[in-house]
């Protein structure tokens, strides 16, 4: 079996311990999704979220978005599809969030202003970033994206987003928990992750959401263990 079904599989036997039936995938091409319905079987909902085409277009998103015959593809293959113009981290990382989170996205923003941390000096200076988030300077929901992205890596980043995004459409049912499931980029050297999660809408994600289990799958040419960038520019 490939890395990427040892991983899947492994999803799967959690999900199972936990009782799960709901199952997020973060998508672009839809592989991955085809691949935990193949082995997750039938008797699991598919979750299959990501960004519409549109949405890279506007500059809402960094990559090319999910194009319309995938998303007939994975329908006709049974999967729930939500596509959201932008996940909550996704605005902070663009757009700086001027608008509601969980809201619809206007079709004007402000974007550009959060591209890069580098000059926030985070580390040692907590009590300076808290200052600018009380006054505006910076959105909270970016110090708690960019904290969780620093602490446990993309995946579980973007396991926690789709998730959001997941319950904002309203398809995915709140009252029970769900898993997800995220690959990164090939270019990120990341391990695959999977998250089992009460899951919330974006406005109430400090009120209910709750992480129950976090899988970290290590690859071959896996860099988040052995302490190096994750990144080719380092």
């Not at 593809?73 to 663009?94: C, H, K, R, W, Y």
Request: contains cysteine; glycine residues 10%.
């Amino acid at each position: 079996m490939s890395a990427t079904g040892t991983f899947i599989e492994q999803a799967r036997m959690r999900a199972e311990h936990f009782g799960v039936r709901n199952v997020v995938v973060a998508t672009l091409t839809g592989e991955t999704v085809r691949v935990v319905r193949k082995v997750f079987g039938p008797e699991y909902r598919i979750f299959a979220v990501g960004n519409p085409t549109t949405a890279h277009a506007r500059g809402l998103v960094y990559h090319d978005g999910t194009t319309e015959e995938a998303q007939r593809n994975l329908e006709q293959e049974g999967a729930t599809v939500v596509l959201i113009d932008q996940g909550p981290f996704q605005a902070i990382s663009i757009g700086g969030q001027p608008y509601d989170v969980g809201g619809e996205v206007p079709s004007e923003i402000w974007r550009g202003a959060h591209k890069s941390i580098s000059d926030w000096g985070f580390i040692g200076r907590l009590h300076e970033v808290i200052s600018k988030g009380l006054s505006g300077e910076i959105n909270p929901l970016w110090i708690m994206s960019q904290t969780i992205a620093s602490l446990l890596g993309d995946g579980p980043a973007v396991c926690l987003e789709v998730t959001l995004m997941a319950a904002d459409s309203g398809k995915l049912p709140l009252d029970e928990d769900c898993m997800a499931i995220a690959r990164p980029r090939p270019a990120s050297h990341a391990p695959d992750a999977a998250l089992v999660l009460h899951p919330q809408t974006t406005p109430r994600f400090l009120a209910g959401l709750r992480i129950k289990d976090l899988l970290l799958s290590p690859r071959q040419d896996d860099h988040w263990f052995s302490d190096r960038p994750l990144w080719p520019d380092g």
